[in-house]
């Protein structure tokens, strides 16, 4: 006989729940070679929203997993996302299936879920249950020891960096034009930006923006992670604009950026099915190193 966990779910973690979650996370980190939680979901544990539950299993007082399910409204279709991960120790024990059924029964529509890595598991679990792949996104990575092109920018555009307290608000319509139709990118708000902004990975001088007449245009923007490794974190052109070599001419400054910083290597996150930017990535000398699906509810 299987002997269940005990499951309890709350939109508002303890600083103590918190910590035992940052925790199991980098158990399974280190056990996976991979967070099994994006950005996303580690802001929402450290930054309650009413919209966003979360899932804590455990058994004789022992914390064996956490699942997140985020159902905060968005345009077009409504959905929801959730995210969970196991701890090492406590795998095979049927957790993973008792955390995934129970964010099922509290979605509102169908279950999307995020299988970081794709692993074996991963994939057997949503088998189980019934789910379907929904969405690819691809784990590229580069070395910087390969040469970065040097590409000009268009006649007329001016690259600067960002400056907080001046350019939220212009950023933020250029990203939702670039990114229209984005189920996570084209949805970001001004209380998203200002969580990121507060982070301690931002850097301004790290964030560039194409200027034409005044208006921005394009955007890198690169984060800076630990070990030696930086990130293509969002790279986006008006849609007006593209074409002319911007978006080229914004990876090289970026990725200039992160090696005169000493990162030895850079990544970055694509979907799958975009064919274009898969290319632009590939021609720079870009990888696949991994993948990360969603599985959807049918």
């Known amino acids: 006989m299987i002997d269940h966990p005990s499951l309890t779910t709350t939109t508002r973690l303890s600083p103590d729940e918190v910590d035992a979650v940052v925790t199991l996370v980098a158990a399974a980190s280190a056990e996976d070679g991979f967070s099994a939680l994006n950005e996303a979901a580690l802001l929402h544990l450290r930054h309650p929203r009413p919209e966003v539950q979360h899932l804590l299993a455990s058994r004789a007082g022992h914390r064996m997993g956490y699942a997140q399910l985020d159902q905060t409204p968005t345009t077009g279709t409504p959905s929801s996302v959730g995210l969970l991960v196991v701890h090492p120790g406590s795998r095979r024990s049927g957790v993973g299936t008792a955390l995934l059924t129970e964010l099922i029964a509290r979605s509102s529509v169908p279950l999307q879920i995020w299988a970081m890595g794709n692993s074996p598991a991963a994939q057997a679990l949503a088998a189980r ?11 590229m990575t580069r070395q910087l020891a390969q040469p970065v092109p040097e590409v000009p920018v268009p006649p007329g555009v001016d690259l600067r960096t960002f400056v907080v307290g001046q350019d939220e608000d212009a950023w ?19 209380a998203d930006l200002n969580e990121r902004i507060a982070q301690e990975w931002f850097d301004a001088a790290g964030f560039f923006l194409a200027v034409r007449d005044q208006t921005l245009v394009g955007f890198h923007w690169t984060k800076q992670h630990g070990d030696a490794l930086g990130e293509v974190y969002v790279l986006g052109v008006d849609p007006d604009v593209g074409g002319h070599g911007l978006g080229k001419a914004l990876l090289s400054r970026g990725l200039a950026h992160l090696r005169e910083r000493g990162n030895s290597t850079v990544e970055l996150y694509v979907e799958a099915h975009h064919a274009r930017a898969v290319g632009l990535y590939r021609s720079y000398g870009f990888k696949v190193a991994s993948r990360d699906v969603m599985y959807a509810q049918p």
């Open 129 to 139: 249950l019934g789910l379907r792949v929904a969405r690819e996104l691809l784990v």
């Open 172 to 190: 933020l319509r250029l990203n939702a034009r670039a990114f229209r139709g984005h189920p996570e990118q084209g949805q970001l708000t001004r």
